[in-house]
């Protein structure tokens, strides 16, 4: 199958050196894209450094060939194609993301958390329910994840605010009525819990008074420039 190394290496690098060999099991059923992943970030798991990709733009390989794939290998599908170019993509797989147990799965959840389609900021503040029960499993991963990433969940959150304003905000005058607002909420509770100190916010208030809007044109994400209308799941960027 043709693909270029480096692409494949990069995808290899958003997962524990422990799956590598699971990782290039899914990497041999991905489909070859022209453009390889784009603008990767680093994130800390369980002492290790990741390097996720921002955006990939590979097809979704063959449904019959994934179903040859081992639990966890889905997994780490799942967690690639939450990283599409598509909305629609990344929404679908995110469904089979907010029940996983692993470390390794939280960063692609906490970075869509980040992100400006509603339909699925929407969909994990109902699928990490138990994120508001203390002493949960899903307190603790998120919690320590947040605690040993700061600037990147720092980063998270100013990243949600702007695609409120710039998206939202005419729906949601208020940021805490905002739907993006409850998963940030429970990740910085969690990450509390975990910490044994109120975490930093880096958002407004939940219900502090509408702040003055911002100016349109701004830039937003790695390659996303603020338009004058909400996104669509389809929209590609």
């Known amino acids: 199958m043709q693909r270029s190394h480096e692409a494949s290496l990069g995808l290899e690098n958003a997962f524990p050196a422990r799956l ?13 894209a022209r453009l390889g992943p784009t603008a990767p ?14 955006r990939i733009y590979n097809a979704e390989p063959d449904p ?20 599409h170019h598509d909305g629609r993509v990344r929404q679908r797989r995110l469904e089979s993301l907010l029940d996983a147990a692993e ?7 906490v970075q869509l958390a980040g992100e400006y389609v509603l339909e699925i900021v929407e969909d994990i503040g109902r699928g990490l329910s138990g ?5 949960s499993v899903e307190r603790r991963l998120y919690g320590e994840f947040i605690t040993r990433n700061p600037a990147f969940y ?19 005058p ?16 969690a990450a509390t819990e975990h910490h044994g100190a109120r975490w930093p916010r880096n958002t407004p208030s939940p219900f502090a008074p509408a702040m003055p809007r911002r100016r349109r044109g701004r830039t937003h994400g790695p390659d ?8 669509r799941l389809a929209d590609s960027f």
């Not at 994120?131 to 002493?135: F, M, Q, S, T």
């Open 174 to 189: 208020v940021f805490g009525r905002y739907p993006g607002s409850e998963p940030l909420e429970a990740f910085r509770s």
């Open 103 to 109: 470390p390794w799965v939280v960063p692609f959840v």
């Open 154 to 172: 720092a980063r998270t959150e100013a990243r949600a605010v702007s695609y409120w304003d710039c998206y939202h905000r005419g729906r949601y």
């Open 131 to 135: 994120l508001a029960v203390p002493g």
């Open 64 to 83: 019959a060939a994934v179903r040859s794939l081992t639990g966890r290998q889905r997994l780490i599908a799942h967690c690639l194609y939450s990283r």
């Open 20 to 32: 590598r060999g699971d990782v290039r099991q899914v990497i041999e059923l991905v489909p070859y």
């Open 41 to 54: 970030f680093d994130v800390v798991v369980g002492g290790e450094t990741l390097t996720l990709p921002y």
């Open 224 to 231: 996303q420039v603020c338009p004058s209308t909400p996104p």
